[in-house]
C-alpha cells in the first residue's frame, strides 16, 4: 500500500492524497482518517474536507504550523489499523420518479448499457451507495458504489442546465444534484428532496460517508413529496 503524499495548498491548508484514482482502496483510507480527525484533531484545524482519494485540513497557522501538523497527522495514520472500517454513516432512502420528464436519459442509457429501461431502474435502486464527497455544487453529493455494470462515459455535449435533484451515472460515478446548473451526466430520474436547502441547519442534507439508497416513486408521488417540501414539511427519506 502506497504511503500517503502530504500537499500545501496555500498557506492554512494540508492535503494527504491517497492515491491518484478512484478506488475503494483510496476512500476507505480517506473515510478512516476523517473519522480519526472528527475524534481527535490536532488544536488548530478548523475544517476537514473529504474526497474520493484525498483530504484536505484547513487549520489556523497561528496555532498549528505545517510541518507539526503532517506530524500530527503522520501519527493519527500510524495508530490506525488498516483493517477496521470507518463507522457507517446514516442510511437514507431516497425518492425517486425515474424516466419521463425526470430522468430523460433512462431510455438512452439502458440502450447503451444493452439493458431495458427496467432492468436499469431496478439495478441502480439495487445499489446501497456511499457518499464520496460533497463538491461542484453546494450539496451535491458523489456517490460511490455503481456496479461496473453500469458504468457509462458522459455525454459528449452537457446540458446547460438541469433540474434540482436530478439523480444520475456518469463513468464509474453515480450522483445527487442539488441545484439547477450544467451537466454531461445521464440523468436517470429526479428526487423531490432538497439536499441544499438554505431553511435547514445545516443546509446540506447529506454527508460525506452517508449511505444512499434509492425508491422508485411515481410521478404522481414526486408531485405530491414536492408540494409537501415546498410547502415547508420535512418528510423522513431515512
Excluded: K
Excluded at 89 to 97: E, F, I, K, S
Excluded at 157 to 173: C, E, K, L, N
Amino acid at each position: 500500500m502506497a504511503a500517503p503524499r502530504f500537499l500545501p495548498a496555500g498557506d492554512a491548508a494540508l492535503t494527504v492524497e491517497f492515491g491518484t484514482t478512484i478506488s475503494d482502496e483510496a476512500l476507505a483510507r480517506v473515510r478512516r482518517l476523517d473519522a480519526a480527525l472528527a475524534a481527535a484533531a490536532p488544536e488548530g484545524v478548523r475544517e476537514v474536507v473529504p474526497t474520493y482519494r484525498s483530504l484536505q485540513i484547513v487549520y489556523d497557522p497561528a496555532v498549528i504550523g505545517w510541518r507539526p501538523l503532517q506530524a500530527a497527522v503522520e501519527d493519527l495514520l500510524a495508530a490506525l489499523s488498516e483493517g477496521a472500517a470507518a463507522r457507517p454513516g446514516r442510511l437514507w432512502t431516497v425518492p425517486v420518479a425515474y424516466g419521463g420528464e425526470h430522468g430523460i436519459d433512462l431510455e438512452a442509457a439502458a440502450g447503451l448499457l444493452g439493458l431495458t429501461p427496467r432492468a436499469l431502474v431496478e439495478a441502480h435502486a439495487a445499489c446501497t451507495f456511499t457518499v464520496a464527497m460533497i463538491g461542484f455544487q453546494p450539496g451535491f453529493a458523489y456517490l460511490a458504489g455503481l456496479p461496473e455494470a453500469l458504468h457509462l462515459s458522459r455525454l459528449e455535449t452537457p446540458r446547460p442546465r438541469i433540474p434540482a435533484g436530478s439523480i444520475s451515472i456518469g463513468g464509474v460515478q453515480a450522483a445527487i444534484s442539488s441545484v439547477a446548473a450544467p451537466s454531461a451526466w445521464h440523468l436517470l430520474g429526479r428526487t423531490p428532496l432538497r439536499p441544499f436547502d438554505l431553511r435547514r441547519d445545516p443546509p446540506f442534507l447529506f454527508r460525506p460517508g452517508d449511505r444512499v439508497r434509492f425508491r422508485p416513486i411515481s410521478a404522481a408521488a414526486f408531485d405530491t413529496l414536492a408540494a409537501r417540501i415546498a410547502a415547508g414539511e420535512d418528510p423522513d427519506a431515512g
